[in-house]
């Protein structure tokens, strides 16, 4: 599963063609996978900006004026600049402890890293409904001390915080096993304090690596449905994000406004697109001059 989530290591050449591999199999393979792609991404995502902009530019910038969509668009922004820097935190930790150190319980630290992908986002807001509902497991002593997590703010942060922790951690521990703790230890070695050697050796060799994981960190943060459905309770104005409020202009047919912010959404993610393909150019060139030296 680490290579999936790896960035991808481009050659400095060009691999060699399988042994009886024709133009003609070259041309049809490509035809197809274009095709695919045409089909359902760039045909859906052109659709989205089509019907976005049916009723021309003001009443999709209208789209945004209205009050429900600000506040959408803000609370997407406040969960994200919440869930990315602690998922930061604990995907440093995480992959800093199981990269550079052997401790028993490692393998199972690693499963519980892998779990949200094995996990159905709805199954784990459930798990936060029967933690924090009312009838739930603290749920009692929160509504006692006038705590309250789902349908506000910290339910939606601690859902998505659930759903995306395993990006930055799996994006790091293949490549700090990669590099070895050679480069620390000589560190410590000559008198640098543990928190010297990471700042000055560990970070910039991971720098790369750790903007990618960000990146899709934050990305999924903000366009994550499932589980932020489940416990937000779907309060127009107050906990609705973007995907939220997406469905709620559909469900109530008001198609150019849905498609409007479901626009902004789709442009998030090519902003996103681009910035990915650019760190994983500079991560590649960065590996090839390594080679070299």
């Not at 050449?13 to 591999?21: F, I, L, N």
């Not at 626009?263 to 390594?290: D, F, I, N, P, Q």
């Amino acid at each position: 599963m680490s290579e999936i989530f790896s960035p991808v290591r481009t050659p400095s050449h060009r691999p060699a063609p399988v042994a009886g591999e024709g133009a003609g199999v070259r041309a049809l393979l490509i035809g197809i996978a274009i095709t695919f792609l045409a089909l359902f991404l760039v045909l859906p995502l052109a659709a989205v900006f089509v019907q976005a902009l049916s009723h021309g530019v003001s009443a999709y910038l209208d789209a945004f004026r209205e009050p429900d969509a600000l506040s959408a668009i803000r609370l997407t922004l406040t969960v994200a600049a919440i869930a990315v820097p602690f998922n930061l935190v604990f995907g440093v930790a995480a992959s800093w402890a199981i990269a550079k150190f052997e401790f028993s319980g490692k393998a199972f630290l690693i499963t519980l890293i892998d779990l949200p992908f094995s996990v159905s986002p709805v199954v784990s807001g459930l798990i936060y409904v029967l933690l924090f509902g009312s009838r739930g497991l603290f749920g009692g002593w929160l509504q006692d001390h006038g705590i309250q997590i789902l349908f506000a703010l910290p339910g939606i942060v601690l859902a998505t915080i659930f759903v995306t922790f395993p990006f930055v951690a799996r994006e790091l521990i293949p490549l700090m096993q990669e590099q070895g703790s050679s480069e620390e230890e000589a560190a410590l070695t000559l008198g640098a304090s543990g928190w010297h050697a990471f700042r000055t050796v560990t970070l910039p060799n991971i720098r790369w690596g750790l903007l990618y994981s960000v990146l899709l960190c934050n990305a999924r943060a903000m366009g994550e449905f499932g589980a932020v459905s489940v416990v937000s309770g779907h309060i127009r104005g107050l906990t609705n994000t973007m995907p939220l409020h997406v469905e709620i202009l559909y469900n109530e047919y008001n198609f150019v406004a849905a498609f409007s912010v479901a626009s902004l959404l789709a442009a998030l993610a090519l902003v996103t697109l681009v910035v990915k393909s650019l760190l994983e150019w500079r991560y590649a060139g960065e590996l090839a001059a390594g080679r070299k030296h």
